[in-house]
């Protein structure tokens, strides 16, 4: 069963608005969550991440948010940039394990 | 610095052959993990290894499916006999376990056909 769900499998924005990617999770033990960017042919690539003592974490264009009792997180881009195109994976952490959702593809259209 | 390198980029094999894959990661980085990915699946960690001793294999699928890590700057996953259904983007991560909240850098993947 699915702990990390992204229920949006894809997203489109134009250039310079803002992106925001959602993820939900189930297990409350998760203590620290990232987010990963995936283009084509390569492997994830980490972004950014926050601990489940925060609620928000920033770096340059890209933040992440912590809802620990919606158990929710989302990530937003501003402005998005083409080259953001990718997909976007959130992943949660217990220990040592990463749990993955299934991603969603972002498209920034100029 | 050299990220985490995997070979081949790319397998195409008959069913019933050996695979094996390889992953070589980060300098300094004492944990490894294997992972697979598939459209129906996602990103799922089949073996985890810290200080080259496999600590959490329970992804692992089946009995065809073995992983070892001889020393600290080399890991393989060998898959015997292979089957149509093995195939998938495999990839190799690395981090730094003891320190707080590292993230796993993963490689580029192996992208495995067994037709």
């Known amino acids: 069963d699915q702990q990390v769900k992204q229920n949006s499998p894809s997203l489109s924005v134009q250039e310079g608005r803002i992106s925001i990617l959602n993820c939900d999770y189930t297990n409350s033990m998760f203590d620290y969550f990232l987010w990963y960017k995936k283009y084509p042919a390569e492997g994830p690539t980490f972004l950014i991440s926050?601990?489940?003592?925060?609620d928000k974490n920033e770096d340059g264009r890209f933040t992440v948010f912590l809802n620990k009792s919606a158990k929710h997180l989302s990530l937003h881009i501003v402005p998005s940039q083409p080259g953001d195109s990718a997909v976007y994976f959130c992943?949660?952490?217990?220990?040592?394990?990463?749990?993955f959702g299934k991603g969603t593809s972002l498209l920034v259209t100029p | 610095d050299a990220g985490v390198i995997q070979s081949p980029r790319h397998e195409v094999t008959e069913m019933g052959q050996e695979v094996t894959l390889r992953c070589k990661p980060i300098?300094?980085?004492?944990?490894l993990f294997w992972y697979r990915q598939t459209m129906m699946r996602g990103l799922e960690l089949l073996i985890y290894f810290n200080n080259n001793v496999p600590i959490d294999d329970s992804g692992m699928p089946e009995d065809r499916f073995s992983a070892k890590m001889p020393n600290a700057s080399f890991s393989t996953l060998k898959i015997q006999p292979s089957e149509p259904r093995d195939s998938a983007v495999y990839f190799c991560?690395?981090?730094?376990?003891?320190?707080?909240?590292?993230?796993?850098?993963f490689g580029d993947g192996t992208r495995l056909s067994i037709l």
């Open positions: 991560a690395s981090n730094k376990k003891g320190a707080v909240n590292q993230p796993q850098h």
């Open positions: 300098s300094g980085h004492n944990s």
């Open positions: 926050i601990s489940s003592i925060k």
């Open positions: 992943a949660a952490n217990s220990g040592y394990a990463l749990n």
